[in-house]
């Protein structure tokens, strides 16, 4: 079956401009988490949506946020975007909110300039 | 959130078995034990999860101390492919989100 998609794979963006990112998660799955990956911090956690509802939320400000619409798939938005938002940005899916484990996509690589 | 503690790196040589240890002495009764691994230029992957027995899959096995306090991933006979982070995570059933260490990264010796 096929895997969590995320897309686009590379970005380029400017200072203040805004972005969105997509995942479409493993069909069935109803848990979509997303994650930002720097050399510095690590992973980080976002978000997570189940069933179209924000369950979970990372410590970020709010220029990040997302959805998930009725097919489960999801969409992460970054407004007034900034040097520092530089990153791999992950996402993963889950049937059940990860009592089996996730299933991570390849991530987007956001580049801001 | 519970923390794990786990080695920086730590290397092996190709076809040996692997031990990668994870300290987690503040885990609570409900918590599960994750271990994910990312390679390079990829996603993290699912490994193996347990609660308080040892579960072995095709990828590896995860020894729990009876105290809960520490666990150890077995990977029975590394290759070449298997240099990658590995992480391990405590997290409940009740919908706590994964919180990532910094991982261990395993290389891998020809």
């Known amino acids: 079956k096929a895997g969590v998609t995320q897309t686009p794979r590379y970005l380029i963006k400017t200072r203040g401009q805004q972005v969105t990112l997509s995942c479409s998660p493993i069909?069935?799955?109803?848990?979509v988490s997303w994650y930002q990956q720097t050399p510095g911090q690590g992973l980080q956690f976002l978000f997570e949506y189940f069933s179209e509802t924000q369950r979970n939320k990372g410590n970020f400000p709010g220029r990040f946020s997302g959805r998930q619409f009725s097919n489960s798939r999801s969409e992460m938005n970054v407004s007034t975007l900034e040097l520092g938002d530089s990153a791999l940005y992950l996402c993963?899916?889950?049937?059940?909110?990860?009592?089996?484990?996730?299933?991570f996509g390849s991530g987007t690589r956001l580049t801001v300039v | 959130d519970a923390k794990t503690t786990q080695p920086n790196s730590m290397e092996s040589n190709e076809e040996e078995p692997v031990h990668l240890p994870c300290n987690h002495s503040t885990i609570s009764g409900t918590d599960y034990i994750h271990w994910y691994r990312q390679l390079p230029s990829q996603g993290p992957e699912y490994v193996i999860h347990g609660l308080t027995s040892n579960v072995n899959n095709r990828m590896a096995s995860l020894a729990i101390a009876e105290d809960r306090k520490s666990s150890t991933l077995i990977l029975h006979r590394a290759t070449l492919r298997d240099a990658a982070v590995y992480y391990c995570i405590l997290r409940d059933n009740y919908g706590q989100n994964f919180v990532f260490g910094p991982g261990t990264r395993l290389s891998v010796l020809p």
């Open positions: 993963a899916s889950s049937y059940d909110r990860g009592t089996y484990g996730y299933t």
């Open positions: 069909s069935g799955h109803r848990s």
